[in-house]
Nanobody, 115 residues
Framework: QGQLVESGGGLVQPGGSLRLSCAAS????????MGWYRQAPGKQRELVAR???????NYADSVKGRFTISRDNAKNTVYLQMNSLKPEDTAVYYC?????????WGQGTQVTVSS
């Protein structure tokens, strides 16, 4: 089924930027549409961005205009560029297939936005 490894999170001040990466253990991106999900403390996991195998993208209203999802199928990697970060973006970020996250979840990467 493959494995997902997220990286790139960290502590950033409001208004700052981060770039997250998600690498797969084998070439699954040519098959699946992929998405970035996030889970804040005490909240349900939510989908914030998605990208089809052809490169079409879609975003949650809360991140539209600030986040950009992209993928490199040759590198089996999907990215999330996050700009103008807000404290409410604080969460653990995960990647997985969309619309149904059928791949085993990775460990996620923590993003903390705080001054």
């Amino acid at each position: 089924q493959g494995q997902l490894v997220e990286s790139g999170g960290g502590l950033v001040q409001p208004g700052g930027s981060l770039r997250l990466s998600c690498a797969a253990s084998r070439s699954i991106f040519n098959i699946y549409d992929m998405g970035w999900y996030r889970q804040a403390p005490g909240k349900q996991r939510e989908l914030v961005a998605r990208i089809t195998s052809a490169g079409s993208t879609n975003y949650a209203d809360s991140v539209k205009g600030r986040f950009t999802i992209s993928r490199d199928n040759a590198k089996n990697t999907v990215y999330l560029q996050m700009n103008s970060l807000k404290p409410e973006d604080t969460a653990v970020y995960y990647c997985n297939a969309v619309p149904i996250p059928t791949i085993n979840w990775g460990q996620g990467t923590q993003v903390t936005v705080s001054s």
